[in-house]
């Protein structure tokens, strides 16, 4: 927490709660996140950037649209105009501050989180998240003595917010040009999760052609359906209708949908790593081979499948695959359910994913569970765990290293910490940037395995928390 007393007036400055990481600040409403780090945020960001037009969306949450209402507030007190583009998902808004060559915009969503969370997550020029660096000034700028309400200005100063109800419309009709016709036509069952993506997703994929039926997509604050994070254990109920009416496949997003999880013809839920290795394979085949960008935590099959396409591969920090996608001018980015294409954007797109494979499945008559028959199995699990204190990285390192003497290839340290085993299998614990949360993933070629090293990381993270 931060409190700090403004030196000029003497007053006590609101008290920050939480810190501006992975391009915003996301935490439990009234707790962690409420009006007071939204109108700091606002703050530091408009100091960054400086007075310009900023756009603005929020999710389906009703503290989602009381904090953009702050934003917009905020920004208007601070010099800057706003185009408030009400509830859309987040990589609407990412495509507008870049059409409409925007300053930078804010979505207010606490994204894949559970119901009670809020947040605010930051888009710089070109609908492009903050980088790692940006990210660190506006955390500085967010702690500054400075007075956030800058008494004594003139009214002309103000900025004004002006209603935009186009961005829905601007989006779509893009990747409809993008995308043209379809082939063939699929039965799609839709999950936007209570989500913003309730008007999107299943407006595209009916007007390609397809026969589309929606669950979960009427737009609540309650997530009523099911938990906002699209994974195997919330996709339980929705595999099972799939299979129930016959759906081809099933396109399922997070609250604000930049997230994609799909659904085979078969009723599986796909592994993330899956989805992206065709990803990857439709993209290659369009653009030839070029540098990809995959989280630390992404599956050892999707860097094997990006080399053997010519690929060559860096591994990045979760939440930072954009910025070296960028850095790079790589060809494709990804981590667990998130997909870049610069081709459209240098932002997360579940929305332009889903359309994506829909019309490669189309344009060569492929049932989805067909189409990723080639991809190696491998079986990764991931355990989040609310643990009380920080985690101690030093300590993980130095448990893992005794319980896998003789077994140990390497170490990587990039976010958190990652065991590679000699047999190809890992295990990685990473504190959340997200959540007050510990995280486990690991992955094995052999299942038996993989369970194991996941009771194992569950253990060693608990009793490295300090």
Not at 66 to 73: G, H, K, R, T, Y
Not at 301 to 312: I, P
Not at 455 to 465: E, F, P, Q
Request: include cysteine; glycine fraction near 8%; proline fraction near 3%.
């Amino acid at each position: 927490m931060y409190q700090e007393v403004d030196t000029a007036s003497g007053l006590i400055k609101p008290e920050i709660r939480v810190k501006f990481g992975t391009a915003g600040i996301r935490g439990v409403y009234g707790q962690e996140v409420s009006i007071n780090e939204t109108i700091s945020v606002c703050f530091a960001v408009n100091r960054l950037l400086g007075e310009g037009k900023f756009g603005l969306g929020y999710d389906s949450r009703k503290t989602s649209a009381i904090l953009a209402n702050v934003a917009s507030s905020a920004m208007n007190w601070y010099g800057s105009d706003v185009e408030n583009y009400g509830m859309i998902p987040t990589p609407v808004l990412a495509f507008n501050i870049k059409n409409n060559k925007l300053h930078a915009g804010f979505s207010v969503t606490a994204s894949h989180n559970p119901p009670e969370y809020a947040g605010v997550k930051v888009f710089g020029t070109d609908g492009i998240e903050f980088s790692l660096e940006a990210e660190q000034k506006v955390e500085q700028l967010v702690r500054q003595s400075e007075d956030h309400t800058r008494t004594g200005r003139s009214l002309t100063a103000f900025g004004s917010t002006f209603d935009n109800e186009e961005a829905v419309f601007s989006y779509r009709e893009a990747l409809l040009k993008r995308a043209k016709g379809s082939k063939k036509a699929f039965k799609i069952l839709v999950d936007c999760a209570n989500g913003a993506a309730w008007g999107v997703t299943p407006s595209i994929l009916g007007e390609l052609g397809h026969h589309v039926v929606t669950v979960n997509a009427h737009p609540s604050e309650r997530f009523p359906g099911r938990l906002p994070e699209p994974m195997r254990e919330t996709l339980g109920e929705v595999a099972e209708l799939s299979k129930a009416i016959g759906a081809d496949f099933t396109v399922a997003h997070d609250g604000d949908a930049d997230r994609l999880v799909m659904i085979d013809d078969l009723g599986n839920v796909i592994p993330d790593y899956k989805l992206s290795s065709l990803v990857l394979k439709i993209v290659v085949e369009r653009v030839k081979k070029g540098n990809v960008i995959i989280s630390v935590n992404s599956s050892t099959a999707l860097e094997k499948t990006a080399r053997e396409m010519g690929c060559s591969v860096q591994r990045s920090r979760l939440g930072k695959t954009f910025e070296e996608l960028y850095k790079r001018r790589g060809i494709f980015a990804s981590e667990p359910s998130k997909i870049v294409d610069p081709r459209w954007g240098y932002w997360e797109d579940g929305i332009y994913a889903s359309v994506l494979v829909t019309q490669y499945l189309s344009d060569n008559n492929l049932t989805l569970s067909k189409a990723l028959e080639w991809i190696p199995v491998y079986y990764n699990y991931q355990k989040n765990l609310l643990l009380p204190g920080v985690l101690d990285y030093n300590c993980a390192k130095s448990k893992m290293n005794q319980e896998y003497s003789g077994e140990i290839d390497r170490f990587d340290e990039l976010d958190g910490v990652k065991l590679y085993l000699n047999n190809g299998a890992w295990m990685m614990v990473r504190r959340s940037g997200t959540e007050k949360k510990v995280r486990v993933y690991v992955e094995s070629p052999n299942e038996s395995q993989a369970r194991r090293l996941l009771d194992n990381g569950v253990r060693i993270a608990t009793s490295c928390a300090k």
